[in-house]
Each structure stands twice: as structure tokens, then as C-alpha cells.
């Protein structure tokens, strides 16, 4: 190396009072080593993508703070030719470049090169589909290339550069406060998130396409959302749907974002809930729901309550095919009328079923129940055989053939 490219490495490095090998945790306002560096050429940049080591850092968003390992932040680059781009595009951390303001398609198609997992451009305030194809064609080429792209600086996008954004799993958003359904649709297209936080408003359609994606979905910038909009959003597929922004809801949208089929949907920043509203959310069948702490008040009961089968709330035939299996594990008894068709219903669902609790139910139930091959019950000198709960005629229990009786 030569003295000078070893000059502007030391110089970072002690920037920052570490030798090589070091990590380092510092804020936007406290800038590292790296990011006092103005200019670099080829050779320099090369050599500081061969011998940094990377450190932690921290960058403020709309509402949060992204902190991340293996970084080389270079903020106070304000250009980019394209050899110098190709030589950063080697580094496989996280790269930060928010102190460029334009770039153009040669430099975007060398920077695509990029080997890293995060990639923020936050500068950039338009960007037009040409670059928009040339920054993500190397990586939309490849099978499958985890990254985040942020273009957090963008305040306004077209459908056809959208429609060029992909080969980045993850896409950074932010700076957008409007939002039509054709740019929807085509963000909505390719990787795992899209993160929206800018946005105040969304309209039904734009809605729409939205929930068509297979993305999680950060709209954390919404204060207010109407019926329809909850609705088109209820058709949301993917695993995330995150509307942190919502301080309330009334019964009908709360309704209707209970409809969801996403596995996780978060309304942390709800700071109540009126009683039809809550009860209403309470019927939300996905994985996780996150809620403000004075609304999980009033939600949490009403779930336990859903969710616990019993008088109140008593399985049905129709329930006991649809409902989520970890629902049954607290199913202590099988004695209503139609306690029979509940367990023939019971053992027709895909897949195991454990029973651990179960105590109480009849011989004719206990048969229909012990057809499924995989179902788990505790054993069955433990439980009491009930009288018929329908009325018909008492039979003595007979193990099916070929059950192997199982603890759960």
C-alpha cells in the first residue's frame, strides 16, 4: 500500500482512536472515521474496502433509529465516478453514501455491483428509471441477494422507476408523503419489505395493491385510516403489516383490520380503545398482535376470553375445523350436545393435534375423536367417560385397532 492510501486509512482509524480491528458505536451527530472522508480515488477506495474493518452505526429515521454492525460509512462524499463506485461495490457490510445528491447511470451500474447486505442513498432526493434499472440490475441478475436498499431522501416516485426497484429484499421509503395505486403495484412486485413510514394518508386503491404484495409493510406514518382503506388492507397476505401510527380506531375499521390474514399485525401506537372497538380486535386470528399498552389492557382480557373455549365461548363443529391448533391445547372437555360431530370435525384437520388437557368426554366422542391417526390425548386411564351429552345410549369403549395410545 502506499503512503498515501495508508495515510487516509490511518487517518480514519485514529479518527476514531481504535487500531485495526476495533468496533466502534457512534451516532449520525458524532460522525466515524470514514464519514470526514471527501474525496476518494479508485485505489483509495479499494484499499479502504480491503483493510476496514467495519464498525457499528447508528443512523436517526422518521420515528426510529437503525443501528447496524460491518458498516463504512462515507457521508461526506458529495460525488462518485464510476471506477471509484466499482471498487466500494466490493465492501460486504453496510455501505453509506447519504452525502450524494445525484448519480448518474454509469456510476448507478457500478455501484450496482454492490456485494453488501444494506445500501443507503438517502440523499438522493429524484431518481429516474434509468438509474433506477442500473442501480439494481446486477443484483435483480442474481437467484436470490438479501440487502436493504434506502432512498429515504425520495419525496416523490413514478410508476416505471418503481417498477426498476428490485433485487433489494428490503426497500427504504421514507421520504414519500404521496403514494398512487400503479406505483404502489409495482413496489409492491418483488422482496421481502417495504417500508412507508412518510406516509400520513392512503387511499383504498393505493391500498389495494399494496396488500396484492408479498411484502411486510411499514406504514407507520398513518394517523388516520377510514373503513374502505382498512378494508382493502384486511387482504394483506404477507407475514408484517406494522401501522404504529394510529392512536385510535373505531369498532368498523377495527373490525376490519381484524379480518387480516397477516401473522403479525402491530398497533403499538393506539393510546385506547372504546369496549366494541377492543372486542372487535380481540377476534384478530394471526400470530402477534403489538398494541399500545393502554389498549393491550382492553384487548388482552377479551382475548383470553375468545380464545378460551368454554360456556361463553363454546366449540362448535365449524370452529373446530378452523380454528388455530395452540387454541385447543387448553380444551379440557368434549361434553356439549354435539360433542361428537365436534370430534369427528376434530380429527378431519390437517396435521397433529395435541389435546394435553382433556378430561372429560364420551365413549361415542372419544371414538369419533381417536380416528386421527396423530391426534395427542393424555392416557386414556386418566380420563372420565361421560354419559352421552346428547342423550343417546351409554356404549362401553372400545380402542380402535391399531391405536397406539400416546401421551401428549
Known amino acids: 500500500m502506499d503512503r498515501p492510501i495508508a495515510a487516509l486509512i490511518l487517518f480514519a482509524l485514529l479518527a476514531l482512536g481504535r487500531a485495526i480491528g476495533f468496533t466502534a458505536a457512534v451516532a449520525d451527530d458524532q460522525p466515524a472515521g470514514t464519514d470526514t472522508i471527501e474525496s476518494l480515488t479508485p485505489e483509495q477506495a479499494k484499499a479502504l474496502v480491503e483493510e476496514w474493518p467495519g464498525i457499528q452505526y447508528r443512523k436517526k429515521l ?6 447496524l454492525g460491518d458498516c463504512l460509512p462515507l457521508n461526506a462524499l458529495k460525488r462518485l465516478d464510476p471506477p471509484t463506485a466499482q471498487a466500494l461495490a466490493g465492501w460486504g457490510g453496510a455501505l453509506f453514501l447519504d452525502g450524494l445528491t445525484e448519480l448518474d447511470a454509469e456510476t448507478a ?9 444494506f445500501l443507503s442513498l438517502d440523499g438522493l432526493t429524484t431518481l429516474n428509471a434509468d438509474v433506477a ?11 436470490r441477494q438479501e440487502g436493504r436498499l434506502n432512498l429515504n431522501g425520495l419525496t416523490t416516485l413514478d410508476a416505471d422507476t418503481a417498477q426498476e426497484l428490485k433485487g433489494f429484499t428490503e426497500l427504504g421509503l421514507e421520504g414519500l408523503t404521496t403514494l398512487d395505486a400503479d406505483t404502489a403495484e409495482a413496489l409492491a412486485a418483488n422482496g421481502d419489505a417495504l417500508i412507508l413510514k412518510g406516509l400520513t394518508t392512503l387511499d ?30 384486511a387482504a394483506f397476505k404477507s407475514r408484517r403489516l406494522w401501522l404504529v401510527g394510529l392512536t385510535a380506531l373505531d369498532p368498523g375499521t377495527a373490525g376490519a383490520l381484524a379480518e387480516s390474514t397477516c401473522q403479525q399485525l402491530s398497533l403499538q401506537g393506539l393510546t385506547g380503545l372504546n369496549p366494541k372497538a377492543a372486542e372487535k380486535l380481540a377476534g384478530f386470528r394471526g400470530d402477534l398482535l403489538f398494541l399500545g399498552t393502554k389498549a393491550k389492557k382492553k384487548v388482552e382480557p377479551l382475548r383470553r376470553k ?13 370452529t373446530a375445523l378452523t380454528c388455530k391448533t395452540r387454541l385447543l391445547t387448553g380444551l379440557t372437555a368434549l361434553e356439549s350436545p354435539d360433542s361428537v360431530e365436534i370430534a369427528k370435525a376434530l380429527a378431519a384437520r390437517e396435521g397433529p393435534l395435541p389435546l394435553p388437557k382433556l378430561k372429560r368426554i364420551s365413549p361415542k366422542t372419544l371414538t369419533a375423536l381417536l380416528q386421527k391417526a396423530d391426534v395427542k390425548i393424555p392416557p386414556l386411564a386418566t380420563l372420565e367417560l361421560i354419559p352421552e351429552p346428547d342423550g343417546s345410549p351409554t356404549e362401553d369403549f372400545v380402542i380402535p385397532e391399531g391405536y397406539q395410545e400416546q401421551s401428549p
Open 109 to 117: 451500474k457500478a455501484l450496482g455491483e454492490f456485494q453488501g447486505f
Open 62 to 67: 422518521k420515528g426510529s433509529e437503525l443501528g
Open 133 to 143: 434499472k442500473a442501480l439494481v440490475a446486477a443484483r435483480a441478475a442474481r437467484v
Open 306 to 318: 375468545l380464545e378460551s373455549f368454554g360456556p361463553e365461548n363454546p366449540l362448535t363443529p365449524e
Open 204 to 233: 383504498p386503491e393505493t391500498a389495494r395493491a399494496l396488500a396484492a404484495a408479498g411484502r411486510d409493510l411499514y406504514l407507520d406514518g398513518l394517523t388516520t385510516l377510514d373503513l374502505d382503506t382498512a378494508k382493502a388492507l
